[in-house]
T-cell receptor, first 113, second 119 residues
Framework: GENVEQHPSTLSVQEGDSAVIKCTYS??????FPWYKQELGKRPQLIID?????GEKKDQRIAVTLNKTAKHFSLHITETQPEDSAVYFC????????????FGSGTRLQVQP | DVKVTQSSRYLVKRTGEKVFLECVQD?????MFWYRQDPGLGLRLIYF???????EKGDIPEGYSVSREKKERFSLILESASTNQTSMYLC??????????????????FGPGTRLTVL
């Protein structure tokens, strides 16, 4: 089955700096890659997603890049703010067979003011 | 606004008890999921369901069962609770595109979670 690895497990940056979180996946048939943000004590919420027919997607300060050949995708947050502090999860799924998401282990991002 | 609710935020049970965790969604979603969340392990899929009375095992189904008698309701059952089932349990739901393709409507909407402690 699919296996998603996520790095780093913790990340501390200064406010205004950029943050990058990386994930690799094992199933070459996976074609949907969402990112979820979970603030302390709250439920995970989708912040951005990308499908395998696209190499990059951007939404304001957040961007996701996908390298299908290398089977890895990354989340980029620019001009970080304290409210970006949270746990971020990457995930992968595909159109066929088991369509449930497989999640990475999470990255705790701390933005220091 | 999508709403996914779970029956309890906090639950304390004793070893060997039968435990029911209930999840309800109001968006007419076909898909429903149960995850457990543990530090450093992310969200691990226990069971999921694509339709009423349909269920499929996830990655860690041992010690759990599920029930989906109605489209909006998905229950997780711990037949005989054990201490290693102490965890945060998250329910989620999503739409299932009729043509089977993945789309942004595959977004999973999560419930608030149930923190279960088994003593």
């Amino acid at each position: 089955g699919e296996n998603v690895e996520q790095h780093p497990s913790t990340l501390s940056v200064q406010e205004g700096d950029s943050a990058v979180i990386k994930c690799t996946y094992s199933d070459s048939a996976s074609n949907y890659f969402p990112w979820y943000k979970q603030e302390l004590g709250k439920r995970p919420q989708l912040i951005i997603d990308i499908r395998s027919n696209v190499g990059e997607k951007k939404d304001q300060r957040i961007a996701v890049t996908l390298n299908k050949t290398a089977k890895h995708f990354s989340l980029h947050i620019t001009e970080t703010q304290p409210e970006d502090s949270a746990v971020y999860f990457c995930a992968a799924s595909k159109d066929t067979g088991r369509r449930a998401l497989t999640f990475g282990s999470g990255t705790r991002l701390q933005v220091q003011p | 606004d999508v709403k996914v609710t779970q029956s309890s935020r906090y639950l304390v049970k004793r070893t060997g008890e039968k435990v029911f965790l209930e999840c309800v969604q109001d968006m007419d979603h076909e898909n429903m999921f149960w995850y457990r969340q543990d530090p450093g392990l992310g969200l691990r899929l226990i069971y999921f369901s694509y339709d009423v009375k349909m269920k499929e095992k996830g990655d860690i189904p041992e010690g759990y069962s599920v029930s989906r008698e109605k489209k909006e309701r998905f229950s997780l059952i711990l037949e005989s609770a054990s201490t290693n089932q102490t965890s945060m349990y998250l329910c989620a739901s999503s739409f299932f595109a009729p043509d089977g393709t993945i789309s942004s409507t595959d977004t999973q909407y999560f419930g608030p979670g149930t923190r279960l402690t088994v003593l």
